[in-house]
Every structure is written in structure tokens, then in C-alpha cells.
């Protein structure tokens, strides 16, 4: 059983920040689209949520690693919390998303004609640039150098931008948001790679050649990378048909807000085929990432967190 969720804030702290902070989450909810009922989840999940990361946050940048499945609202959650932490709290925060260290297409096409063709597609360990990803958070950590240079990746157009669109951050960093959908994931057996999950994997992956390749990485770079997690957060799904179906709206937003030619934009049998890609490793995290994770907000069908659940001291390992 999950551990009982401690006492974050009493209720007139709440109260006082969320007035503090109401202008700013009415311009939010209008930024992001979001259902007006989502202000009284601010309340009950992501204010608390925001005083547990600011209590871990002592003399050093401390790493708060966030997890969740596509279209389970990792960005949204990062970016609100960013605001949160800033305004409320004056602490000075970065918010690192793995979709930002995708390798250029040329780059994965690349390792796709020299190890696997299903490696030209973004997303799965093996097709992000770890040795960024693994030089920023130790950068960080050490506050060795003045100045950070983060990519940007274009879903758009499915490629990274050229580098004089990336963001410079010239700032001592207190807390880093690193979010992604396979943050801080575990490599799994042999025995459990023997089977394909589905029908990409049976088609395309026959011989299990690409997913031994992926699973590889988690055991070797990607590790090292999600080592400089200090506190990781989960965000736990239903299940598979809530992650294909929230994606998808997802997809909707990508369509109605890029001011490109939408030519990489997906249709609905394409994007099921490409969270294919994902499934094994989100099915993974989904069976046993719950148990490790320090806090566990689980999602119900409607898409709503339901309850902010952080793991005591005494029940971390």
C-alpha cells in the first residue's frame, strides 16, 4: 500500500497563495485551454506539490524528476509549477523537458540505417543526446559554469532547431523540472523482452533486435542521466487507451497552434501506430515506478489528479 500523504501546508497558507497567485492561474487556464475545474485541483494538489519541492531545495539546485505517459500533462504540470515556485516561493527554476534533447532527424536516421530503422523515430531511449542531457544536470549540480545553453526541439517539423533558437539561461538555478515520459525509467529483463507487446514490435521488431537496443540504453547512458534525479514524481495514468486518447488531444492542439505547414502533423491510425513505440516502456513504469516514486499523483479517467500521495521518509528506499 502507498504510504499515507504527510501535512504540506496548513489551510490558510494555501489560501493566502492561492490568492496571491489567482491572476496569474486565470491567465494559465486561458493559455493552456483548460476546463475551469482545474482550480480546484490548484488548490488540493498543485499548491501542496509546489511547497514539497520548495522544502527539498536547501543549499544546492536539487532535481525534481517528473513522469508520466503522453498526454498525461507532464508539460502542463512543469510549466504551473514553474510559475508556482517563482512567484509564490522566489525560487529561481528551470524546466527541462526530454523532448527538448531529441536528436536531429538527420542524426537519428543516422543510427537508423547503421543499428535500426525503428530508430528514426523520436522518442524511445537511443534517439536523445544524452551527453547534453547528462552535461546540463551535472552543470547544474556543480554550478560550474555561468551559462547553459538548452535546445529546442520542434514537434512541428519533427527536428531540433538550429542553435541560435536555443534558450541561454545565465542564471544560478535552484530547482530543474526534468520531465519526460521515460524519466528515470528501468531496463527490463531478458525475459520480459523475449515477447513483443504489440503489433509494431511483432512486425517491425521480429527478432527483438530494436527493443534489446532500447533497453540497452536504459541500462547505460540514460542511467547515468536520471542518477542526478534527487526526488522523483509520478504521474500514474489509468491505463493505455487514457494515454492513446489524451494524446491525442495533444496532437489537436500541436495541429491548431503551429505556424507550420503541419506537414508532420498525425492522423489517428498514425498516431496509434507511433505510441506503439512507447508502450513497453510506459507499461513498464506503470507496473512498478509507483512503488519508488517520493510522490504519486494519480490520474483518474477524466483526466483529473485525484489526490497528491507522498511517500513518508520512513518508506523511501
Known amino acids: 500500500m502507498w504510504p499515507t500523504s504527510e501535512n504540506l501546508a496548513c489551510e490558510s497558507d494555501i489560501d493566502r497563495w492561492y490568492e496571491k ?49 503522453q498526454g498525461s500533462g507532464k508539460s502542463t504540470l512543469s510549466k504551473l509549477l514553474v510559475q508556482v515556485l517563482e512567484n509564490i516561493f522566489n525560487k529561481t527554476v528551470l524546466h527541462l523537458s526530454i523532448d527538448d ?23 524511445v531511449p537511443g534517439t536523445h543526446d544524452t551527453d547534453l542531457g547528462i552535461k546540463i544536470l551535472k552543470s547544474i549540480k556543480s554550478a560550474s559554469i555561468d551559462e547553459i545553453k538548452l535546445p529546442v526541439f520542434d514537434k512541428a517539423i519533427d527536428d531540433l532547431l538550429p542553435e541560435n533558437h536555443w534558450q541561454c539561461i545565465q542564471k544560478k538555478i535552484d530547482i530543474v523540472l526534468f520531465e519526460g515520459w521515460c524519466v528515470a525509467a528501468k531496463p527490463q ?29 536504459l541500462s547505460g547512458q540514460y542511467k547515468e542521466w536520471f542518477s542526478y534525479i534527487d526526488y522523483l514524481i509520478m504521474l500514474n495514468v489509468p491505463d493505455m487507451e487514457s494515454v492513446y486518447e489524451w494524446r491525442a488531444l495533444q496532437e489537436k492542439k500541436l495541429i491548431q497552434s503551429s505556424q507550420h505547414n503541419n506537414h508532420y502533423a498525425m492522423s489517428a491510425q498514425a498516431l496509434k501506430e507511433f ?20 510522490v504519486l499523483l494519480n490520474i483518474n479517467k477524466d483526466h483529473q489528479i485525484t489526490a497528491i500521495n507522498i511517500k513518508k521518509p520512513s518508506d523511501q528506499v
Open 21 to 69: 497567485f489567482s491572476p496569474l492561474l486565470e491567465q494559465f487556464i486561458e493559455n493552456e485551454s483548460i476546463d475551469s475545474k482545474f482550480k480546484m485541483s490548484f488548490k488540493s494538489v498543485y499548491l501542496p506539490l509546489a511547497k514539497w519541492i520548495e522544502s527539498k531545495q536547501a543549499a544546492g539546485p536539487v532535481i525534481i524528476g517528473i513522469n508520466g505517459a
Open 101 to 123: 534533447l531529441y536528436l536531429s532527424r538527420d542524426k537519428r536516421l543516422t543510427r537508423a540505417n547503421a543499428i535500426h530503422p525503428l530508430l528514426k523515430v523520436r522518442g
Open 189 to 217: 529483463s531478458q525475459a520480459q523482452l523475449s515477447l513483443p507487446v504489440n503489433l509494431l514490435e511483432e512486425k517491425e521488431d521480429a527478432d527483438g533486435s530494436w527493443r534489446h537496443y532500447v533497453n540497452k540504453q
Open 275 to 294: 505510441i506503439m513505440y512507447f508502450e513497453r516502456i510506459t507499461r513498464q513504469c506503470l507496473g512498478e515506478m509507483p512503488e519508488r516514486a517520493d
